[in-house]
């Protein structure tokens, strides 16, 4: 069969469910099997080899349980209620569903902007007000602006795009290293990622080159609706370096609970990557109802002597967080830094930290976690630091802090070692404090609210992480810290 | 009208009754010394002016400048215009001493309907407060009181008092743990604050204090009483004496 009649005979098939309109063309109905892998990807028209990679990431998920080792407690997932494809939206059908303006959209959203002090154009876009892009595009001239970033991407050789146009445009990149950092069947939510996933980013940077911008400021104007299964696939040759800033610190709404997404990274000899996150969906109401359950997979792979990947993260949404940014040390030399600031407040349950595998000689991992509890959050931190017999004179240090705000909340700690050679060195310091009555009085005889005071203290708890992030979003991510540990006083 | 004045003050800690029936009265421009042997209740008397949580009044009044003291909020009460000097600074690890500053400053020129202050201005002006205490521009960006040593600590509450300029300054044994260079840089600080518009409060163990800044009112404070009052001589006595003969007397 060639793939034209293939395609055709996956058209008909549709008819199969019965869609009729037009509209409901675009939404594959609820439920996982072969067919919804094949109709996924015949409507992004893949090549070939996407689908047979799909499908037998299909095929290894049909074999999988979900984990339970974790320290999250949810109602079952039922995998076969949850719907897997939705087109992207026209103009039309967004503008429909808009509020008409930001008199519409709802006022406790907007005090929320206020607080994190985003600017006021963009709390319409981000709001999703009707023709909110044109305001944006007037201040921002966001066109001129992108065109400007794309060109001088383009100059240096920087490839940015969804993944969708990577598969499109660079197939061979992709065929090359999708999946070299991630296995299909790595776990339970990284293979159903892989057979289902929506869209996301592909970047590459080719050798010597240095990206010439953060790779943040254009992705925060531009990043909308990516889905519930994002997938990120970032490659730095030889000498190359890359920064890369995902998410937002503006509250964001979906209507999917589960999100499962993937990013894998791959950096070559001397090359390195910075890769930060600022994470803040729905976490659900003060009683622990809704809320996101983000369980991501992200892994990065020091592949070549002498290269480095850090990863920063700010964990302050979602309802459940199971989420672990690893590091394969295989290049001798090289070196992985994981830097996170986990906060739960309410009922969130967070069980996040990191695996440094360390393979190559003389490798080194720096580990600084710090996980905030208030109300009745638990926030956990599992980290694995594992030393491979190859890997001589390897060095770890992990510091691993947690602060509890009240005497409702738990923090826990879960560090595994393993080291096969004898000659590694690897460092554990953990700490466990709250918040003291001297220090909230001391500030506050200095004139700052409780809040204030409260904020203060927390955010000098996290100096150490907000130190490694890009300067703009340090700043937000102190405001959104404040906003998370919103009522957790007094 | 005084600045502040209290009176039969009674405040619990857990339960126990640490201030017995405190009265004094410190007008504008005065300063008083308060003096009195370990465990008397300077330091308690020092929070409950301040507000801490905790420390609860259960007879008595006090006025502050025309308020009523006990119906606000630590916050409040320095905004008012209330400074304490720590006995004990704590230490905030993580969060900068020039942010700390800058926060309390503006926290207080908000409350006064004034803008923030710009970062020239304030630059300025603190780098000449930390020359005038004898510091290194080096500690304002270090970790509020994190790993100060114990005059440093000191030298730091001074610096944030010349700062906020509060209308009473209440300092608890700022002096201790000073060495000979320092106790001279911190009086001199102190006295510079001295002045017709504001009230200082020195809790101290030492005459020595008291050669640099001299009060106006000593107060002997015992058990939670206030059971002599004086002038400046009544340090002399206390340093010549001792506190034996003084409470005899009183008893
Ligand atoms: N939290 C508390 N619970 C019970 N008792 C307390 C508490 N805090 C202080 N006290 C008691 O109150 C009394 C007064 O203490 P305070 O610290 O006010 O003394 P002080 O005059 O400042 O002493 P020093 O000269 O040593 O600084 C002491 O007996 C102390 O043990
Ligand atoms: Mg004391």
């Known amino acids: 069969m060639t793939e034209t009649q293939e395609l055709e005979q996956l058209v008909k098939r549709e008819y199969k469910y019965g869609f009729t309109t037009d509209i409901e063309q675009e939404i594959i109905p609820p439920g996982l099997d072969e067919d919804v892998v094949r109709m996924i990807s015949a409507k992004k028209k893949e090549p070939e080899f996407m689908l047979e990679w799909r499908l037998s990431a299909f095929r290894h998920w049909q074999t999988m349980t979900e984990p339970e080792w974790a320290h999250v407690h949810y109602p079952r997932i039922d995998y076969q209620a949850l719907s897997y494809y939705a087109a992207p939206k026209s103009q039309e059908e967004l503008d429909a569903e808009a509020?008409?303006?930001?008199?519409?959209?709802?006022?406790?959203?907007?005090?929320t902007y206020e607080k994190l002090g985003i600017p006021l154009h963009e709390r319409a876009a981000l709001a999703g007000v009707k023709g909110a892009n044109v305001a944006v595009d007037a201040v921002f001239d966001s066109v001129s602006v992108t065109t400007t970033f794309k060109e001088k991407l383009a100059e240096a050789g920087v490839i940015f795009c969804s993944f969708s146009e990577a598969v499109e445009n660079h197939p061979e990149l992709v065929k090359k290293y999708l999946g070299t950092v991630v296995p299909q069947g790595d776990n339970f939510f990284a293979a159903l990622n892989s057979a289902v996933f929506s869209d996301g980013s592909f970047v590459y940077v080719p050798k010597g080159v240095k990206c010439p911008m953060e790779l943040s400021t254009y992705f925060r104007i531009n990043a909308?609706?990516?889905?519930?299964?994002?997938?990120?696939?970032?490659?730095?040759?030889?000498?190359?370096?890359?920064?890369?800033?995902?998410?937002?610190?503006?509250?964001?709404?979906?209507?999917?609970?589960?999100?499962?997404?993937?990013?894998e990274l791959v950096a070559l000899d001397d090359a390195e990557i910075k890769y930060s996150t600022v994470q803040n969906w729905y976490p659900g109401d003060e009683e622990g109802k809704g809320g996101i359950y983000n369980f991501v997979t992200k892994r990065g792979e020091c592949r070549g002597d002498r290269s480095k990947i850090t990863w920063t993260q700010v964990e302050a949404g979602s309802a459940i967080t199971w989420k672990y940014p690893s590091c394969v040390l295989k290049g001798d030399d090289s070196v992985g830094e994981f830097y996170s600031v986990a906060v739960g407040n309410n009922y969130q349950q967070i069980d996040s930290g990191t695996k440094m595998i360390h393979l190559g000689k003389r490798t080194r991992s720096t580990i600084v976690s710090k996980g905030i509890s208030a109300g009745h959050a638990e926030n956990a931190y599992r980290g694995l630091v594992h030393i491979g017999k190859t890997a001589t004179d390897a060095r770890n240090f992990t510091q691993c802090d947690s602060l509890l705000i009240g005497d409702r909340c738990g923090a826990h700690t879960f560090p595994y070692i393993e080291a096969k050679n004898a000659s590694a060195q690897v460092e554990h310091e953990a700490t466990t404090s709250?918040?003291?009555?001297?220090?909230?009085?001391?500030?506050?005889?200095?004139?700052?609210?409780?809040?204030?005071?409260?904020?203060?203290?927390?955010?000098?708890?996290?100096?150490?992480?907000?130190?490694?992030?890009?300067?703009?979003?340090?700043?937000?991510?102190?405001?959104?810290?404040?906003?998370?540990?919103?009522?957790?006083?007094? | 009208m005084a600045l502040l004045e209290i009176k039969n003050l009674h405040a619990e800690i857990d339960g126990s009754e640490i201030l017995k029936g405190i009265d004094l009265t410190v007008n504008a421009g005065e300063v008083h010394a308060i003096m009195g042997p370990n465990g008397s209740g300077k330091s308690t008397l020092c929070h409950v002016l301040g507000g801490r949580d905790g420390y609860e009044v259960t007879q008595g009044t006090i006025t502050f400048d025309g308020h009523d003291l006990l119906e606000m909020e630590t916050e409040e009460r320095a905004i008012a215009g209330m400074l304490l000097g720590f006995q004990h600074p704590v230490e905030i690890p993580g969060v900068k001493n020039i942010y700390l500053l800058k926060e309390a400053l503006n926290a207080k020129r908000e409350a006064q309907g004034l803008e923030e202050i710009d970062t020239f201005t304030f630059m300025k002006q603190v780098r000449e407060l930390v020359a005038s205490m004898d510091m290194d521009d080096a500690f304002l960006h270090r970790g509020v009181n994190a790993g100060f040593s114990g005059g440093e600590k000191k030298r730091n509450e001074i610096l944030q008092m010349l700062l906020l300029e509060p209308k009473l300054a209440l300092l608890d044994e700022t002096d201790s743990g000073l060495d000979i260079d320092a106790l001279k840089v911190v009086s001199d600080g102190i006295n510079r604050m001295r002045g017709e518009a504001r009230g200082i409060i020195l809790v101290t163990h030492y005459q020595r204090l008291l050669n640099y800044v001299e009060p106006d009112m000593v107060h002997v404070l015992y058990k939670g009483k206030i059971i002599k009052s004086g002038d400046k001589t009544l340090a002399h006595r206390l340093e010549a004496e001792g506190y034996q003969e003084i409470l005899q007397e009183a008893s």
């Open chain 1, 434 to 490: 709250k918040v003291s009555d001297d220090q909230m009085f001391y500030l506050r005889s200095r004139g700052l609210s409780e809040e204030d005071a409260m904020n203060m203290v927390v955010s000098g708890f996290c100096k150490d992480v907000f130190n490694e992030l890009p300067m703009e979003f340090a700043v937000e991510a102190q405001a959104l810290l404040a906003v998370s540990l919103e009522g957790s006083v007094g």
């Open chain 1, 224 to 263: 909308k609706n990516t889905g519930q299964f994002e997938r990120t696939l970032i490659i730095a040759e030889e000498g190359a370096s890359v920064s890369y800033l995902e998410g937002c610190t503006a509250p964001q709404r979906d209507e999917n609970q589960l999100h499962a997404a993937v990013v």
């Open chain 1, 99 to 111: 509020p008409e303006s930001l008199d519409d959209v709802d006022p406790k959203l907007l005090e």
